[in-house]
């Protein structure tokens, strides 16, 4: 006759997912997506279904969850060749994957723009490597740090611009106080959609490049 089996250890997998900073980071983002980035740990633990206590093993606050976030988001970025490419080549690339990858979570935008780098290791990295590359290339030192704030400060607000409506800068109906601005953003439209890109990529791509191009000439006017 079989033993019985024992009731205190039931068959199967367990009912409760394994929590994991993984699976922490993906519930923050979502809950980020939904309410913004004004959620609570509470709130988060309540999504998962655990105790905030629980997620205390992982994250010591709201700031070192953010950290954690921002740290995902730049491992998504990814790196397109700072070691190799110029500078001005390989940060085409990063800025657009960078752009891409916060409209994705708009909710998190101002959190992770606001909050230091200090102790979150992946965005140190990163931005170690993009001064390596400055650096290596021959940019003013005093420079660079200005310089990579410059592009990013530029990639989240356009980041913010592409959630914004296409003709966000077109002048209500009857406002002919305006007619030069209303031809400029009627043409701006046209040029995009003749380059099959919406509005708020057309200026991206534009503002980047001149803003790239710029930096490249302020730093060999400096160094005449």
Known sequence: MSPEPDARRPAGRPRAAI??????LEA???LADERGGD???????????????ALH?????????????RGQLTLRVGDPGFGDLPWHEAILPWARSYRETLGRHPGIIAALATLPVDGEPESIADYDRIAQAFRRDGYPEHRIVPAIVAVESFIIGSALD??????NLRPSDGA???PTLEA??????????????SPATAAFEFGLRALV???????????E
Request: proline content about 3%; hydrophobic content about 45%.
């Open 19 to 24: 929590l994991s900073r993984d699976r922490i």
């Open 28 to 30: 923050a983002f979502a």
């Open 39 to 53: 959620f609570t740990l509470a709130a988060l633990a309540r999504a998962l279904g655990v105790r905030p206590s």
């Open 57 to 69: 093993h992982y994250f010591s606050n709201k700031d070192d969850l953010v950290a954690g976030m």
């Open 162 to 167: 592409a959630l914004a409506p296409d003709d």
């Open 176 to 178: 002919s106080h305006a």
């Open 184 to 197: 400029a953003e009627r043409a701006a439209r046209r040029h995009s959609a003749e380059q099959g890109q």
């Open 213 to 223: 191009s710029g930096l490249r000439a302020a730093a060999s006017a400096e160094s």
